[in-house]
């Protein structure tokens, strides 16, 4: 006990040890912090006006920041079973800091869905036994326990995985082992689930699609190694920690399945939608070409498909197998699914409202400012996991500091 | 292992882990405490402008409707009272009318007569103290009127929005939509904390003190039925129904949903919707359908009747039907 309250004391004294540029990044970030934190205390206390919503588009940007986040956790299984399943040794190295973005993605998540409530005090009303579950009818209360549970999964595996390097002892298989291949189910229920949310709604032609939970799950296995393959570069340059090239071409590899797996199921979509336009494709319609005059999305959903392309062609073509081309195709294919599933999913589904009518939406500054606010909380949070992690991974934090250094990878 | 100029973390900073604190690190890290929760404090400063009573423990300890005892709703309903007095400068009389033995509501509307002359959706918001900016705001109003092109039933050639100089017009007919309070309802399914649930009589209320806010339900429903208090209401004293019930049209807090309750402040007192009861065509039918004799149960039995998105499967208790 006392070494485990030694281990919390010297991690929290690391926390604040580091160069000017670890300070510089960790202010800006939590300026950012900061700001979207007021942006949050002004929309609580004037209400969710000071957001784009409305009655006919009553969910934005930050449940389609919520929803693309769940992804980027789900990701994470993409390093856990090439390294559990497939036992690829060099996937090893790595696997733990998809842990630490998977937990990073789903506090965001979190996150996400508080700021949008109505009565964000009340949230407790979710939570029995102070609350009352409406499980298992409410697709939102399987998120809730689904979301949770991954948190919590990961917080005991990468925990613990940390805690015995950081004691230079083997850990125990019976105790992180079921945990892994648990949490790989887990982080395809999370994905599932939170299309379920979406697909379970009978009243809104535009998601309830069976294709949806799959494109969900294949847009995730892209987005999230693409942020993967783009942070372990930050770390192999910035930080004491090799990580050789091999975990990132498998990851490109996984990219440019999942990918093509995306654009399939996109091109499924598109043909089911406009070659016999039934009045269930005016959403659609309305998102690709504008619908009795309004158009508000058709700028976003071409960008998308456009960064989409330009990120396929690069993975599918010897162009990626160069660092810069591999990152170009990251960024584009990162933020032409943020867009997907953001303002090509989420806000499509409100318009036309379910009578007809066409009421547009686009976040306003406050709800812009909150958005960035809890991007920059789990940028925080990741930047201060690996901060203190590596230390402990390269065996520079150790129990015992007279002791040998463990053998670093590699 | 690779090293580099930029290391963050050098053998020497960790080597400061493992000595214990300095004074100067004390310091150092106390003034940049002070700094963060400076930043901290400045950042919260808008939640100041909160209005005393906003949030209080009673409030945050407040159980379901459904748990609640008759003595706590009393005193609940008292201090809600209270309250629309000191905010809205009216003393309402709280109620909370229960559900009638042997009674279940149903609505049905006649398309062939409906003019399009909104009066309903007015007299919504006169029974139900919705919000309103104005005078013209209807826009917080339970029923939608669609005006919709003669020919067909589409939705999505109608608009709300129509505003000639006299209704009807003549290749347009009218639908006006509300809650359809129906038997499978999507709304109450969805609810992740059962603030929203099916009454007895088939009425679908919200428990505003209950509800978190997280609008799933205006999602689930293919009525678009359900308002949402994106601020708190503003409502001039003179435009307060003062007749209240807890579960309908009491004033309600920001940050909730709320929808038609079939005016159950009303109905459930032996009374019309008022939507019903201002409409000057008599195209709205409003009754028992477990009474055999009623109007109603007449209309379902007898008249060529349309339900609105039938494919959706919520089974309404709400109807149009045609004259012959």
Same mark, same amino acid.
């Given at each position: 006990?006392?070494?485990?309250?030694?281990?919390?004391?010297?991690?929290?004294?690391?926390?604040?040890?580091?160069?000017?540029?670890?300070?510089?990044?960790?202010?800006?970030?939590?300026?950012?912090?900061?700001?979207?934190?007021?942006?949050?205390?002004?929309?609580?206390?004037?209400?969710?006006?000071?957001?784009?919503?409305?009655?006919?588009?009553?969910?934005?940007?930050?449940?389609?920041?919520?929803?693309?986040?769940?992804?980027?956790?789900?990701?994470?299984?993409?390093?856990?079973?090439?390294?559990?399943?497939?036992?690829?040794?060099?996937?090893?190295?790595?696997?733990?800091?998809?842990?630490?973005?998977?937990?990073?993605?789903?506090?965001?998540?979190?996150?996400?869905?508080?700021?949008?409530?109505?009565?964000?005090?009340?949230?407790?009303?979710?939570?029995?036994?102070?609350?009352?579950?409406?499980?298992?009818?409410?697709?939102?209360?399987?998120?809730?326990?689904?979301?949770?549970?991954?948190?919590?999964?990961?917080?005991?595996?990468?925990?613990?995985?940390?805690?015995?390097?950081?004691?230079?002892?083997?850990?125990?298989?019976?105790?992180?082992?079921?945990?892994?291949?648990?949490?790989?189910?887990?982080?395809?229920?999370?994905?599932?689930?939170?299309?379920?949310?979406?697909?379970?709604?009978?009243?809104?032609?535009?998601?309830?699609?069976?294709?949806?939970?799959?494109?969900?799950?294949?847009?995730?296995?892209?987005?999230?190694?693409?942020?993967?393959?783009?942070?372990?570069?930050?770390?192999?340059?910035?930080?004491?920690?090799?990580?050789?090239?091999?975990?990132?071409?498998?990851?490109?590899?996984?990219?440019?399945?999942?990918?093509?797996?995306?654009?399939?199921?996109?091109?499924?979509?598109?043909?089911?939608?406009?070659?016999?336009?039934?009045?269930?494709?005016?959403?659609?319609?309305?998102?690709?070409?504008?619908?009795?005059?309004?158009?508000?999305?058709?700028?976003?959903?071409?960008?998308?498909?456009?960064?989409?392309?330009?990120?396929?062609?690069?993975?599918?073509?010897?162009?990626?197998?160069?660092?810069?081309?591999?990152?170009?195709?990251?960024?584009?294919?990162?933020?032409?699914?943020?867009?997907?599933?953001?303002?090509?999913?989420?806000?499509?589904?409100?318009?036309?409202?379910?009578?007809?009518?066409?009421?547009?939406?686009?976040?306003?500054?406050?709800?812009?400012?909150?958005?960035?606010?809890?991007?920059?909380?789990?940028?925080?949070?990741?930047?201060?996991?690996?901060?203190?992690?590596?230390?402990?991974?390269?065996?520079?934090?150790?129990?015992?500091?007279?002791?040998?250094?463990?053998?670093?990878?590699? | 292992?690779?090293?580099?100029?930029?290391?963050?973390?050098?053998? #020497?900073?960790?080597?400061?882990?493992?000595?214990?604190?300095?004074?100067?690190?004390?310091?150092?890290?106390?003034?940049?405490?002070?700094?963060?929760?400076?930043?901290?404090?400045?950042?919260?400063?808008?939640?100041?402008?909160?209005? #005393?009573?906003?949030?209080?423990?009673?409030?945050?300890?407040?159980?379901?409707?459904?748990?609640?005892?008759?003595?706590?709703?009393?005193?609940?309903?008292?201090?809600?009272?209270?309250?629309?007095?000191?905010?809205?400068?009216?003393?309402?009389?709280?109620?909370?009318?229960?559900?009638?033995?042997?009674?279940?509501?149903?609505?049905?509307?006649?398309?062939?007569?409906?003019?399009?002359?909104?009066?309903?959706?007015?007299?919504?918001?006169?029974?139900?103290?919705?919000?309103?900016?104005?005078?013209?705001?209807?826009?917080?109003?339970?029923?939608? +009127?669609?005006?919709?092109?003669?020919?067909?039933?589409?939705?999505?050639?109608?608009?709300?929005?129509?505003?000639?100089?006299?209704?009807?017009?003549?290749?347009?007919?009218?639908?006006?939509?509300?809650?359809?309070?129906?038997?499978?309802?999507?709304?109450? #399914? +969805?609810?992740?904390?059962?603030?929203?649930?099916?009454?007895?009589?088939?009425?679908?209320?919200?428990?505003?003190?209950?509800?978190?806010?997280?609008?799933?339900?205006?999602?689930?429903?293919?009525?678009?039925?359900?308002?949402?208090?994106?601020?708190?209401?503003?409502?001039?004293?003179?435009?307060?129904?003062?007749?209240?019930?807890?579960?309908?049209?009491?004033?309600?807090? #920001?940050?909730?949903?709320?929808?038609?309750?079939?005016?159950?402040?009303?109905?459930?007192?032996?009374?019309?919707?008022?939507?019903?009861? +201002?409409?000057?065509?008599?195209?709205?039918?409003?009754?028992?359908?477990?009474?055999?004799?009623?109007?109603?149960?007449?209309?379902?039995?007898?008249?060529?009747?349309?339900?609105?998105?039938?494919?959706?499967?919520?089974?309404?208790?709400?109807?149009?039907?045609?004259?012959?």
């Amino acid at each position: 006990m006392t070494d485990y309250l030694t281990f919390l004391w010297r991690v929290w004294r690391l926390s604040w040890q580091g160069g000017w540029k670890f300070y510089v990044w960790m202010i800006f970030l939590s300026v950012l912090v900061l700001v979207g934190l007021n942006a949050w205390a002004r929309q609580f206390v004037e209400g969710l006006a000071t957001t784009g919503m409305t009655d006919q588009v009553s969910w934005g940007a930050y449940i389609a920041n919520f929803t693309f986040l769940v992804g980027v956790a789900a990701a994470a299984v993409m390093l856990v079973i090439p390294a559990y399943i497939y036992k690829k040794e060099h996937m090893h190295e790595v696997v733990l800091f998809g842990e630490l973005m998977a937990i990073a993605a789903i506090v965001m998540c979190l996150l996400f869905v508080t700021v949008d409530l109505g009565h964000p005090d009340r949230f407790h009303h979710m939570i029995p036994p102070f609350g009352i579950f409406n499980f298992p009818g409410s697709i939102l209360s399987w998120d809730v326990i689904v979301l949770n549970g991954y948190l919590l999964l990961n917080l005991h595996i990468a925990g613990y995985m940390l805690y015995c390097r950081y004691r230079g002892k083997a850990p125990t298989r019976k105790f992180y082992i079921p945990f892994v291949f648990l949490s790989i189910a887990w982080a395809v229920s999370i994905h599932t689930v939170t299309a379920f949310l979406y697909v379970g709604l009978a009243g809104r032609a535009y998601w309830h699609h069976p294709l949806v939970p799959a494109r969900f799950l294949a847009s995730a296995f892209v987005a999230g190694p693409a942020l993967m393959i783009l942070t372990f570069q930050v770390i192999r340059r910035v930080m004491r920690y090799y990580i050789g090239d091999k975990p990132i071409f498998t990851l490109r590899m996984i990219m440019t399945v999942a990918m093509l797996i995306n654009m399939f199921l996109l091109g499924s979509e598109l043909f089911t939608e406009f070659y016999s336009p039934t009045q269930h494709a005016a959403a659609a319609h309305y998102l690709y070409f504008g619908l009795h005059g309004h158009d508000g999305l058709v700028p976003w959903i071409w960008t998308a498909i456009a960064l989409d392309v330009i990120g396929l062609l690069f993975l599918v073509t010897p162009l990626s197998r160069h660092i810069v081309g591999l990152n170009i195709a990251c960024v584009t294919c990162f933020v032409g699914i943020w867009i997907e599933k953001g303002m090509g999913l989420i806000i499509p589904g409100f318009v036309p409202s379910p009578l007809g009518q066409f009421v547009e939406y686009l976040p306003t500054l406050n709800e812009t400012l909150i958005c960035l606010g809890v991007w920059a909380v789990g940028a925080l949070m990741l930047s201060w996991m690996l901060h203190v992690a590596i230390p402990i991974m390269n065996g520079s934090l150790r129990a015992d500091p007279h002791a040998p250094a463990p053998a670093l990878n590699h | 292992m690779t090293e580099h100029s930029s290391n963050n973390v050098s053998p #020497k900073t960790i080597e400061q882990v493992y000595q214990p604190m300095t004074r100067r690190t004390f310091l150092k890290g106390s003034a940049g405490a002070m700094v963060g929760l400076a930043g901290l404090v400045a950042a919260l400063k808008p939640l100041l402008a909160l209005e #005393k009573g906003e949030i209080s423990l009673d409030d945050l300890l407040q159980r379901h409707y459904r748990q609640l005892s008759p003595a706590d709703l009393q005193r609940i309903m008292t201090q809600l009272e209270d309250k629309c007095a000191a905010e809205y400068g009216v003393r309402p009389t709280l109620q909370d009318l229960k559900p009638l033995e042997g009674v279940q509501f149903a609505y049905a509307l006649n398309l062939t007569r409906c003019i399009g002359c909104r009066k309903c959706a007015h007299a919504c918001l006169a029974e139900n103290n919705q919000s309103r900016a104005g005078e013209d705001d209807i826009s917080m109003s339970y029923i939608r +009127v669609l005006e919709m092109q003669k020919g067909a039933i589409n939705l999505e050639t109608s608009t709300v929005y129509y505003d000639p100089e006299t209704v009807p017009q003549k290749d347009k007919y009218y639908m006006p939509v509300q809650c359809h309070q129906c038997q499978e309802s999507p709304c109450t #399914k +969805v609810c992740p904390v059962q603030a929203t649930w099916q009454e007895k009589d088939g009425v679908v209320v919200v428990d505003y003190n209950w509800c978190i806010g997280c609008r799933y339900c205006m999602a689930a429903c293919p009525y678009d039925a359900r308002r949402f208090n994106y601020q708190k209401p503003t409502l001039k004293p003179e435009a307060i129904n003062p007749n209240q019930n807890y579960l309908s049209n009491r004033i309600r807090p #920001k940050g909730v949903v709320e929808k038609c309750t079939f005016c159950l402040q009303r109905t459930r007192a032996g009374k019309y919707p008022a939507c019903l009861e +201002v409409c000057p065509t008599g195209a709205r039918v409003f009754g028992n359908v477990l009474d055999p004799d009623s109007e109603i149960n007449y209309i379902l039995n007898h008249k060529r009747v349309y339900i609105l998105k039938e494919e959706v499967g919520t089974l309404p208790r709400f109807y149009y039907f045609f004259d012959a």
